[in-house]
Nanobody, 124 residues
Framework: QLQLVESGGGLVQPGGSLRLSCAASGFTLDYYTIGWFRQAPGKEHEGVSR????????HYADSVKGRFTISRDNAKNTVYLQMNSLKPEDTAVYYC?????????????????WGQGTQVTVSS
């Protein structure tokens, strides 16, 4: 079964840290672009960070730049999101997504997987 499983969420005080993990089973993450997204109650789904499958380039939303770091460990088939200096507004369910183009000749389709989400709550 092909799936992504997030872990590492929890309750943390403002200013604290958490490290989220996104582990793949049934497929390897090597050539996938991995994105972390979040959704807070009453708010839209928001892209937080991504790491390219081709060259390892990273991208961060302005709201988390300088506080969050995305990384990948292909040997463990896992991508991480290190979250420091957490704020109450970071409270949300965090999801990881694995995406790649799968082409045969001129015909391409997207291989697209989502995890089930992990809750992050930042509160005193």
């Amino acid at each position: 079964q092909l799936q992504l499983v997030e872990s590492g969420g929890g309750l943390v005080q403002p200013g604290g840290s958490l490290r989220l993990s996104c582990a793949a089973s049934g497929f390897t993450l090597d050539y996938y672009t991995i994105g972390w997204f979040r959704q807070a109650p009453g708010k839209e789904h928001e892209g937080v960070s991504r790491i390219s499958g081709s060259d390892g380039r990273t991208h961060y939303a302005d709201s988390v730049k300088g506080r969050f770091t995305i990384s990948r460990d292909n040997a463990k088939n896992t991508v991480y999101l290190q979250m420091n200096s957490l704020k109450p507004e970071d409270t949300a369910v965090y999801y990881c997504n694995a995406l790649r183009a799968n082409c045969s000749g001129y015909v391409c389709k997207s291989d697209d997987y989502w995890g089930q989400g992990t809750q992050v709550t930042v509160s005193s």
